[in-house]
């Protein structure tokens, strides 16, 4: 059996976080929360809010690019793809101040990735490598807009 390129392997399986056996999607989303993380110690931030920007734009075209090479290897959407997941949960990500707020987003995230309401699941019914992006870019939209309504709440 063929093996698949080793780049595309490499990003959309998250750096290997995709091959977790117990919840690879979950793992994906806790390193992508973890790398933001790292950054928010090094980072003020606006500069952080930039970067995290710059990851979603360049990740989802990465990932784009390693879904549509990995797809004959391993089906339509594959589980080990994480990606999507990494770059959905840097969307809310945007907008957390604070680790709280991030394991909010995580949560959040989850949530909407999971139980796919709100024309999630019609985009994740689509074929092909950018759909399998843009269900997860959607739930991360959702997760952003509730994180939003708690910081205002938050913030009186």
Known sequence: MRQPPLLPVIIGTGFGAGFWPWGPGTAGSILATAIWFGMSFTFSQTPLTIITALLIV???????????????????????????????VWTPLLLAENWWMALVALVLFRFFDI????????????????????????????AAFVLLIIRLLAHG
């Open 58 to 88: 360049v990740f989802t075209a990465l990932g784009t690019w390693a879904t549509h090479r990995l797809q004959p290897y391993w089906g339509e959407d594959p589980s080990r793809v994480v990606v999507d997941e990494m770059v959905g």
């Open 115 to 142: 139980l796919k309401p709100l024309g999630i699941r019609a985009l994740d019914r689509r074929q092909g490598a950018f759909w399998v992006m843009a269900d997860d870019l959607l739930a991360g939209v959702y």
